[in-house]
Structure formats: structure tokens, C-alpha cells
């Protein structure tokens, strides 16, 4: 079943075109990526997906219902989770903490309860305690849990961004290069946690990344972006050896 | 039992030991029922005893705009506005409606009256501004409060440029420990529940709480609504211990001072803010007494130094972002 639809869409900033009759499909619980040289369009894309930017043109569906009017955080609320390409992590929040904001939305308690403390907020409160820590100690950022997000090394930061992301108990996960930053220990480990919480959560992951060791690997397909247009799609040998991809990375040989 | 309302309880016999101790020194009615008693018979001046009620306003109109400027990081420049609001509806509401009401009855309206007014007019000023972030915010705000003022200024009804005079006064020293603790413990509970959170998310990163499901104009009109509502219960303790209005209390300074308590103590901390609220209450009054020896008036010099010297010292804020221990989170 198709969890997220791109229609036509396009989106102008002025006169530059950033992305241009964008159309794809993903369809639930696979893992797709979407490569393509820097300054394609792969983040804005994705800033259209989580409702930051409004498209100039055509249509983006969630589960079949048109996003255009929702805002991101109710496009979170319906389960879209993302990380950052440049890390924005609440920095002077503990890493517990951090995770734990993401459970805003889902928890039921009211302000006078939290106020008062009652037991429906003191059972909450400890039910995302345990919830947040299960998610941090599956990236292994347990020990971590009572420093500040801004003290982490940057592989941790990393990290943190995703198990923050998987609070919102997502459908949709879109990871902005996971891997930038990191070395190829970390690179391999983080592939393995993407792939074991995809099959954990039956998650859709989007995956924007430059690591084509990385990429190549774990996604499923992959849809390659040049100048804010798709110029390819496929299964990863395909668009490996598709010769528009290899012209738009290396340039046309005279 | 609920440990909140526990603490309110204790919080509510230290201020009666403390009004009994200090003002009343007698059992008499007035201690019991936590009012101001007419003559003083008490430990202290009744100089000493009127700084320490403004100490505790101070300090309540400190931690309320920790709220805003240290947990959302909105800089609003008219705290002093929603103070006015709350100070003068309480006064106009009880000396118009419940002049010879008993002073229970008084204390509970007023500060019930003066808080939600203040809330309301909080929610209008924070919907409609907090599209703005920053400077832009600091500069609508700061409209805002003047418009305020100067509109009570106009208003014959509660004294116009004559001030408001004759209001009951029934705040005393009790009651004014009693709120001051007890809105602290208030604020850090908000602080430290899933909407503190939240707040600290939206100041941190609004891009990212967004995308973690947190609607942050919501959050921010929340924190703007609860510290006024705070704001206008201190104003409306200010009106009923001094038992005059005049708007020329609630000017811009009045403002800078909040935020200036608020930045001596350490944005974003609370135990920073009540530190805040104490010393600029208390320094201008304390350096009253160096004049005696210099025999020229000092003391805003003094005063200015001070200050001058602690944020060239502490750049940070006297606690930075840190908390006193029964101030800090869990």
C-alpha cells in the first residue's frame, strides 16, 4: 500500500527551481533512498514532505489525504519522524529529555494533572521514562541518558536524532544523511540499527545519504535527483549502472 | 496525600507563623485570618515589613517572567503591563463590588480576578504578537504594556492621572510568603512536566519541536498566558499592600527591572530569578544606608555599578542555568 505520494510537484523559490514535477511513490514498509549531488533538491524535498515549505505546484499524500494543509506538527502527529542534516538536537535538554518531548503529542494528561501531579500524571510520566529509555537503549545511548544532547560526541548526536524521531512513533521515518560525520565503524553500526528498526517498527524509511557504500546495502530502491528533477529510479544495481546518474555525479566524458 | 497540595499547606503555616511572628505578636484575629493588621505591634518597622511584601511581588513577577524569557526564550519587554492589569482590576473589582466584604473573601476575588483578567488580556496580546520572534517581539510587547498604561491612564473610573487611592488593603507578610513560594513551586512544576518541556523544546530548537509533533505558537501562548496570569496576581498583591495605584508604576523601567532580575539571576533558572527579584529589591533599599555616610546621594550610582560589575563577573547570570536543590528537577 502507498504510505506517501509526491504528485507533479514542484517547488520555486522565485526564480530558482528547486524541485521540479517531482512525482514517487513509496509504498509501506520498504526502504527507499534518494541520492543525488549536492544542491538536487533532496532536503527540500523533504522539508515538503514534513509540511515546512508549501509546493508551488502538485500534491502530496499521506495514506491517500492531501498534506498541503496541515502543518508540521500534526504531519508528525500523523507519523511522519525526521532527523536533520545539520544536527538540531535540544541542546541544553538531557538526552533523556530529548526523546521524552517527542512524546508530547501522544500523552493524555492534562495541564491542571501536571500540575498537581497526580497519580495519571506520575504513571505517565514513568511509562515514557521506560519508553524513552527502551528506545535509547536500543541505540545504545542508554549510559548517555542523563547528559546534556549538546555534551554527546557527534556519532551520539547522530544517534539521539533518530531514537528522538522513533518517539513519535512514526510510519514514516525520513533520515537526512545519517551518516554524514561519521567514520566507517559507526557508519556500519548505524546501517545495522537502521535496518534492525526498520524490521522492528515495520517502518517506511526514506533515507537521503551520500555513503553509496551505505546506501547501496541497505535500500531497497532508490531514486536518484539532479537539478530538483528525478532523472532516475530503481532497484540500487540498476541505478548504479543507469549512465544519467553516472553523468550527473561525474560529468559527460568529451 | 498529594504532595502539591502538601507543600501549599506548609508553605501556607510558615506564612501564618511568619505574619504572627512579625506583624501581629498577639493572638488576634487578624493573624489567624492572615490580614493586615491595622497598627503595628510587630517585630519590625513597618519600613522593613513593606519591603518584604515588595520582595516577595519582586519575586513572583521574576519566576512569572522566567516563564517567558528563561523557558520559552520569548523576549517580551511588558511584563509591567499585565502587572498593571492585574493590579488595578483587582483594586476597581474589590473596592467597588466587595468594599466591606471580609478580607478572606477580599484576598481570594481580588487575586482570582486580577490573575485571570491578566491571563485574558495575556492570551489577546500573545496570540496576536507571537507570529513575531526576537527584537520584534520585545518592541511589540513593550507597545503593548504602554498602550495598556496609558489607557488606565484615561480611565476615570480607577483614579485617571490622579492614581487610585482608598484601596482595602489586606495583603500582608503571610500572605505574600505563602504565594511567593507557592507560585514558585508552581512554575517549577510546569517547568518539569511534559509542557515545560516543551517550552524548553520551543526555545532550543523551534524548528525541531515542531517537527516532534509540538505546535509552538500554542506552546508559547500557554507560557504567556500562565505568566501573566502570575503577573497580575503580583500586581494585584501590590495594589491591595499599598493601598494606592499609580500608573506611573508600571512605566517601561518597571519592565526592564523584571527582565533585568531575570538576567542577574541567570536566564532560564529559576532559582536565578528569585535570586534576581531579592537582590534588585533589596540593594536600593540597603544602599539607602551608605548614603548616610557619603552625605550625596550615591545610590543609583552605586546600584548601577553593581550591576555593571556582576555582569562583567558573571556574564551568565549569578546561577547561570543552574538550581537550588529544592528547585531543581526531580
Not at chain 2, 220 to 232: E, N, R, T, Y
Not at chain 2, 269 to 290: F, H, N
Amino acid at each position: 500500500m502507498a504510505i506517501l505520494q509526491l504528485n507533479d510537484m514542484s517547488l520555486f523559490f522565485g526564480g530558482i527551481k528547486a524541485n521540479q514535477n517531482v512525482s514517487f511513490t513509496l509504498q509501506e514498509g520498504k526502504l527507499y533512498g534518494l541520492i543525488g549531488p549536492n544542491g538536487a533538491g533532496k532536503s527540500t524535498i523533504f522539508n515538503v514532505i514534513t509540511g515546512i515549505y508549501k509546493p508551488t505546484k502538485g500534491e502530496v499524500y499521506l495514506h491517500g489525504e492531501k498534506t498541503l494543509e496541515f502543518s508540521p506538527y500534526q504531519l508528525a502527529q500523523k507519523g511522519i519522524g525526521r532527523t536533520f542534516q545539520n544536527i538540531r538536537l535540544f541542546k541544553e535538554l538531557t538526552v533523556e529529555q530529548n526523546v521524552m518531548t517527542s512524546f508530547f503529542s501522544q500523552s493524555k494528561t492534562t495541564f491542571v494533572q501536571n500540575l498537581f501531579r497526580t497519580k495519571a500524571f506520575i504513571e505517565e510520566e514513568e511509562k515514557n521514562r521506560a519508553k524513552a529509555h527502551e528506545l535509547l537503549k536500543f541505540m545504545g545511548l542508554l549510559e548517555n541518558a542523563q547528559d546534556l544532547a549538546g555534551s554527546l560526541p557527534y556519532g551520539k548526536q547522530r544517534k539521539l536524532e533518530i531514537a528522538r524521531a522513533m518517539g513519535l512513533s512514526p510510519k514514516l521515518l525520513l533520515l537526512d544523511e545519517p551518516a554524514a560525520g561519521l567514520n566507517p565503524t559507526e557508519t556500519l553500526e548505524l546501517t545495522n540499527l537502521i535496518k534492525e528498526l526498520k524490521e522492528k517498527h515495520k517502518l517506511t524509511v526514506l533515507l537521503i545519504e551520500h555513503d553509496m557504500r551505505l546506501v547501496m546495502q541497505i535500500c531497497e530502491y532508490i531514486y536518484v535527483l539532479d537539478h530538483g528533477e528525478l532523472i532516475s529510479e530503481g532497484e540500487p544495481n540498476f541505478v548504479q549502472n543507469d549512465p544519467k546518474v553516472v553523468e550527473a555525479y561525474l560529468g559527460v566524458d568529451e | 496525600m498529594n504532595k502539591t497540595i502538601q507543600k501549599l499547606l506548609i508553605f501556607f503555616v510558615i506564612g501564618l507563623i511568619t505574619n504572627f511572628i512579625l506583624s501581629s505578636f498577639g493572638l488576634n484575629a487578624d493573624a489567624l485570618l492572615f490580614t493586615k493588621p491595622d497598627r503595628f505591634n510587630g517585630l519590625i518597622s513597618p519600613y522593613y515589613y513593606s519591603i518584604l511584601v515588595l520582595l516577595g511581588i519582586n519575586i513572583i513577577l521574576s519566576t512569572s517572567l522566567c516563564l517567558i524569557n528563561g523557558f520559552t526564550g520569548l523576549f517580551t519587554m511588558g511584563h509591567a503591563g499585565f502587572m498593571a492589569i492585574g493590579a488595578y482590576t483587582s483594586a476597581f473589582v474589590i473596592s467597588k463590588f466587595f468594599p466591606t466584604s471580609p478580607m478572606l473573601v477580599q484576598l481570594m476575588i481580588g487575586l482570582l480576578v486580577g490573575g485571570s483578567i491578566a491571563a485574558i488580556s495575556g492570551f489577546v496580546i500573545g496570540f496576536s504578537s507571537l507570529r513575531l520572534s526576537g527584537d520584534y517581539l520585545g518592541m511589540v510587547t513593550l507597545g503593548f504594556s504602554e498602550i495598556i498604561r496609558i489607557l488606565i491612564l484615561n480611565i476615570d473610573a480607577v483614579g485617571g492621572a490622579r492614581g487610585m487611592t482608598e484601596i482595602p488593603q489586606f495583603i500582608n507578610i503571610g500572605t505574600i510568603i505563602f504565594l511567593t513560594l507557592a507560585i514558585t513551586v508552581l512554575i517549577k512544576r510546569i517547568r518539569d512536566s511534559k509542557f515545560g518541556r516543551a517550552m524548553l523544546a520551543v526555545k532550543e530548537n523551534e524548528m525541531a519541536a515542531n517537527l516532534m509533533g509540538i505546535n509552538p505558537l500554542k506552546i508559547k501562548v500557554q507560557a504567556f498566558v500562565l505568566s501573566s496570569f502570575f503577573a497580575g496576581v503580583a500586581g494585584a498583591c501590590f495594589a491591595h499592600s499599598e493601598g494606592y495605584l499609580s500608573t506611573q508604576t508600571f512605566t517601561f523601567v518597571k519592565s526592564f527591572e523584571i527582565i533585568a532580575m531575570n538576567v542577574i539571576g541567570g536566564l532560564g533558572s529559576l532559582s536565578g530569578a528569585m535570586m534576581g527579584g531579592a537582590i534588585l529589591t533589596v540593594l536600593p533599599e540597603a544602599l539607602r544606608k551608605v548614603q548616610d555616610f557619603t552625605g550625596v546621594d550615591l545610590r543609583m550610582v552605586l546600584y548601577s555599578l553593581t550591576m555593571i560589575l556582576i555582569m562583567i563577573l558573571k556574564p551568565q547570570g549569578l546561577m547561570g542555568t543552574k538550581e537550588m536543590k529544592w528547585l531543581s528537577s526531580n
